[in-house]
């Protein structure tokens, strides 16, 4: 598939796969042990995994004509249900609530990938590309936790870095918006990712832009870490050798800038 959303449903295909066969070799003690995501364990961040995508499985049903639109109470009935759960439970029951959703993804017609449009949390409904853009940048972040817990030298995978920075700098760019502490940086600053056409932009709102002004600043490393960094995973002890920014600001004012979720 060519469409922005066709690409972002086939890196959440392979964003599943790749987590299945993660968690698949999870000991029970790996399941209860710590991730990456501060004050999570494995299993608590398998089980937001699971509970989201039969949330935005809802959503996604709704918006094509399956299924009556959810009511008020239906988020909190799913994360109720989740949250009672057992560890092991979770850690089971998330593979079949997101192949759930990337099943109905991928049935979608590409025909009808530029005119479907979703009811979010957002004043108006969103386009497919976004909806999927979404998820994607819920389960590539937090299945890095998963790996995390694992090996703190755990990346970000392709495709999803690359449709994350492209989702980030375009219609997601609102994310930044909420996620982002732009004042903890202590100046505005421009911090260019170099031998990327992106830069960090810290103004009255956080974003990452393909036009900004010069930059003040540079942050040289891959750009799996320029995305940790503004989803709050680049602690010092999952940050790559040879990652480092130069100019107006420093790694740790970033770092502040972009606390995570």
């Known amino acids: 598939m060519t469409t922005t959303a066709g690409r972002t449903i086939a890196a959440l295909r392979s964003e599943h796969d790749a987590l299945v066969a993660t968690t698949e070799a999870l000991t029970p003690e790996q399941i209860t042990g710590p991730s990456g995501a501060t004050e999570w364990t494995v299993a608590d961040v398998l089980s937001h995994l699971g509970s989201g995508a039969e949330i935005q499985l809802a959503g996604l049903r709704a918006a094509l004509g399956e299924a009556e639109t959810p009511g008020p109470d239906f988020n909190q ?18 593979q079949e609530s997101n192949a759930a959703l990337v099943a109905a993804f991928e049935a979608i017609p590409e025909s009808r990938h530029d005119e479907l449009k979703v009811t979010t949390f957002l004043p108006e409904p969103v386009p497919l590309a976004s909806f999927a853009g979404l998820r994607l940048s819920e389960v590539a972040p937090h299945g890095w936790d998963v790996r995390a817990g694992l090996d703190p030298a755990a990346a970000l995978a392709e495709p999803a870095t690359t449709l994350l920075a492209e989702h980030l700098s375009g219609g997601l ?82 770092r502040a800038a972009f606390p995570g979720f």
């Open 173 to 254: 760019g609102f994310l930044l918006g909420f996620i982002g502490k732009p004042a903890e940086a202590g100046e505005p600053a421009v911090v260019a990712v170099a031998g990327t056409p992106y830069s960090i932009v810290l103004a009255d709102r956080a974003a990452l832009a393909t036009d900004a002004p010069a930059p003040t600043a540079t942050f040289t490393g891959p750009l799996e870490s320029a995305l940790r960094l503004l989803y709050g995973r680049l602690a010092a002890r999952y940050t790559p050798a040879g990652v480092e920014v130069t100019g107006n600001v420093t790694l740790d004012q970033l």
């Open 77 to 94: 009935s799913v994360w109720d249900r989740w949250n009672a759960l057992s560890p092991q439970e979770q850690a089971t029951g998330w």
